[in-house]
């Protein structure tokens, strides 16, 4: 038998062998999140706005979250843009950090009630594209999610919500690497800002 032929060492050599290419065959499938409909992470502003379709942008500014009264956020920029998705318009925003992109944010603000035909194309799309999602969708009273990530631990956020101040149905894009990056770059904004003010003391 073939088996009494290979040595203990061998045959361990071959298992985890197997499970590797096994295990990179079967993420074969899937695509990795490189960016959103040929916008890839670290395109600039002017990049991307070349290869997206639908050219009518918004301009190129400081992001501010939410509510008008909220100041902006001097590290990120962004500029938006409307599509059809899935038969329901979706404000497309594009973020940048330190003039590369790093998130891509759909919110689908039609979708009241979630019309879940549309939920369910939605996940069947990115479930066919991105292979089985880490954190399978799950609804919890009026909320719900589902979150996918790659080899590279960039993502795909996908969330449901009853809040009238945030669209029903928002997707969300991110490079993992660059999250980490701005987590950094913002703690030592904090020590500065700290320090500055014991010398002012």
């Known amino acids: 038998m073939i088996l009494e032929k290979i040595n203990l060492k061998e045959w361990k050599i071959v ?12 993420l074969g499938f899937a695509s990795p999140i490189d960016g959103y409909e040929g916008a890839l992470w670290g395109m600039s502003p002017e990049h ?5 379709a639908n050219g009518d942008f918004s301009p190129l500014e400081h992001y501010r979250a939410g509510v008008i009264i909220l100041p902006v956020d001097k590290l990120i920029r962004s500029f938006h843009h409307q599509r059809r998705s899935f ?45 089985k999602p ?13 979150q996918w990530q790659d080899a590279s631990g960039n ?18 894009y991110s490079q993992g690497l660059a999250a980490h990056i701005i987590e950094i770059v913002r703690f030592y904004e904090q020590l500065e800002k700290l320090e500055a003010a014991k010398r002012k003391l």
Do not use: H, M
């Open 87 to 131: 038969k329901q318009v979706a404000l497309v925003t594009f973020y940048f950090f330190g003039n590369r992109l790093f998130q891509v944010r759909l919110d689908f603000w039609g979708a009241g009630g979630y019309q879940y035909r549309f939920l369910g194309e939605l996940l069947k799309d990115l479930t066919a594209k991105y292979g």
């Open 15 to 26: 298992v985890l062998f197997l499970i590797f290419f096994g295990g990179w065959a079967s």
């Open 48 to 52: 991307v706005k070349s290869i997206v």
């Open 155 to 172: 993502t795909i956020q996908l969330s449901v919500s009853d809040d009238p101040f945030r669209p029903p149905v928002i997707v969300s």
């Open 134 to 146: 880490i954190k399978p969708y799950v609804k919890k009273g009026t909320l719900g999610g589902a």
